[in-house]
Every structure is written in C-alpha cells, then in structure tokens.
C-alpha cells in the first residue's frame, strides 16, 4: 500500500534554533499534503495545507512565518518550526493523498517527535 | 466551520464486549467520513470510511453509517480483542475544500 515516510521520528533541540521535518511519499504523487499537530490529550489539530508548487494554507491561528511549509515536489514536503521555543514541543504528523484518486484516504507518517528545551 | 466532535476517553471493556464510539460532525455540503486508528507506537491508519449518506464503512469487524440526519458517523465493533486497544480518530474530508479534520481521539483498552 502507499507509504509516507517522515523523518526525523525524534528530534531535540535548544530553543531558538530551527528544524526542519521531511514528509515523503513513496510510492505516490502527492499534490497535497497535510501537517497536523497532535495535543497530550490525543487531539490532531490541522495546522496547514501543502499545495505543489505554490504557498501553503494556513489554518487560522497557525503562524505562518513561525512554520514553514515548502512543497517542492510531488513526492516532498518540509515543514521547518523557526526559532523553536518549548512550547512548541510536540509531535508532529504529516499526512498525503494519492493526487490520481479522487475520493482516496490519507496515508500517514509516523509522526515527529519534537522536543525543544 | 468543519468539525469533528467524538467521545472523550479512555473507553476500557472486557474482551468479547460492545464497543460504541460516538462521532457526530458539523459541515457544509456532503463530506466523506472516517475512522483512523493508531496502534501504539505506529502511525495512524485509515479503518474505514464512508463517501455519502446511509454508507456503511466496516473492516476488521469495525462498522459505522453514515447518518445525515443526525450527523453522525458512530463506530461499532461487536465483540472486542485485546489487539483492538488504540486510539481511534474520527474524521471529516470537506466538500469544498479537501481539507481534513480530526476529533480529539478515543483511547480504547481492553482487558482480557
């Protein structure tokens, strides 16, 4: 089946640096890609919309300038958190549908865990 | 806008019991529904899902209809496993935008 490979799985880093995430779909082209962010209590929040070959969307509350979404191909999408702060701990998942089905599901990474002291 | 609204956990049942996991939705136009599951330490995978009204998704023993009347799209598993316990994320595809939205997430656990 179609596989989305995110990486890093895990990542720490000191506050102020940035660092990016990778979302790569393997065995599929991508038009659009999703980047979620997931609570402690389990919730997925939808934070932006990777469009190939053009600006991302943004969810309302999300800054844009804070993460940084970069779609250059149908197969790839970064998502890089800028001048990270501890609060910005937390995991991260991206996910992609198959552009050649029109009503096909979503095929998820495994996640980023992001930890920023 | 969208959004998905699902039953807070944890959820714990004995094995062979009936699960009900509630799910209603609020949309504009005629979205597709699902039900994603992640095991732990895994990503989240689809479980089922459902492209209009009075579908009925199921795989693994899982089954859930979509109602339009009541929006809702509820998961049900007649006899459960221990292998079932997950969190299960219900979740909404809009019609006009393409976009996904996800409920908080059901933790489930089952006891043998």
């Known amino acids: 089946g179609a596989v989305v490979s995110q990486h890093p799985s895990r990542v720490i880093c000191k506050s102020g640096t940035s660092v990016k995430i990778e979302c790569r779909s393997l065995?599929?082209?991508?038009?659009?890609m999703f980047w979620y962010r997931q609570f402690p209590k389990q919730s997925l929040m939808l934070m932006a919309t990777s469009n190939e070959g053009s600006k991302a969307t943004y969810e309302q509350g999300v800054e844009k300038d804070k993460f940084l979404i970069n779609h250059a191909s149908l197969t790839l999408s970064t998502l890089t958190v800028t001048s990270a702060h501890p609060e910005d701990s937390s995991f991260y998942i991206c996910?992609?549908?198959?552009?050649?089905?029109?009503?096909?599901?979503?095929?998820f990474g495994n996640g980023t865990r992001l930890t920023v002291t | 806008g969208d959004s998905v609204t699902q039953m807070e956990g944890p959820v714990t049942l004995s094995e062979e019991a009936f699960l009900t996991i509630n799910c209603t939705y609020t949309a504009t136009g005629y979205p597709s529904l699902f039900w994603y599951v992640q095991y732990p330490g895994e990503g989240l995978q689809l479980l089922l899902k459902?492209?209009?009204?009075?579908d009925k998704g199921s795989n693994k023993g899982f089954e859930a209809t979509y109602r339009k009347e009541t929006t809702s799209f509820h998961l049900e598993k007649g006899s459960v496993q221990v292998s079932d316990s997950a969190v299960y994320f219900c979740a909404l595809r809009s019609y006009n935008f393409n976009k996904f939205y996800f409920g908080s997430g059901t933790k489930l656990n089952v006891k043998p």
């Open positions: 065995d599929f082209q991508a038009t659009t």
């Open positions: 996910s992609a549908r198959d552009s050649v089905g029109g009503n096909s599901p979503l095929h």
């Open positions: 459902a492209t209009k009204a009075d």
